[in-house]
């Protein structure tokens, strides 16, 4: 799957348009994902997807931590990812979105989890 275009509180992936973070499997896209805290990921905010992520077995994840780098990312959503025997990239949404971009285009599974404002 590929991020067609991006910009402050939107993404087009897959001909879709999203106006709230997502969550992009290698077939799928799990619009309007929430936190439990915002601007913190940790681990309880992915379990909802966990066997969706599991049986997609991803070589990398990718986390795009907003336009302005704003949401923190928990040492134990990393270690939980890694240990379901995938890499774990964080960074600013833009940067995220060229990996994600990248990597897929490369022939890797790749999923992502993307904060597309601050």
């Known amino acids: 799957m590929k991020i067609k275009s991006h910009k402050f509180g939107k993404m087009v992936v897959g001909g879709h348009e999203y106006k709230k973070d997502l969550i992009i499997l290698t077939d799928e896209v799990i619009p309007s994902w929430r936190r439990a805290s915002g601007h913190n990921l940790i681990p309880e905010d992915i379990l909802e997807s966990i066997m969706k992520i599991v049986e997609s077995k991803p070589d990398l994840a990718v986390i795009g931590t907003g336009y302005s780098n704003q949401?923190?990312?928990?040492?134990?959503?990393?270690?939980?990812?890694?240990?379901?025997?995938?890499?774990?990239?964080?960074?600013?949404?833009?940067?995220?979105?060229?990996?994600?971009?990248?990597?897929?285009?490369?022939?890797?599974?790749?999923?992502?989890?993307?904060?597309?404002?601050?």
């Open 71 to 118: 949401m923190v990312v928990s040492f134990n959503l990393v270690m939980l990812l890694e240990s379901f025997d995938m890499d774990v990239i964080a960074a600013d949404t833009t940067q995220a979105v060229q990996v994600f971009n990248t990597k897929s285009e490369n022939g890797e599974k790749v999923i992502g989890f993307f904060h597309i404002t601050c």
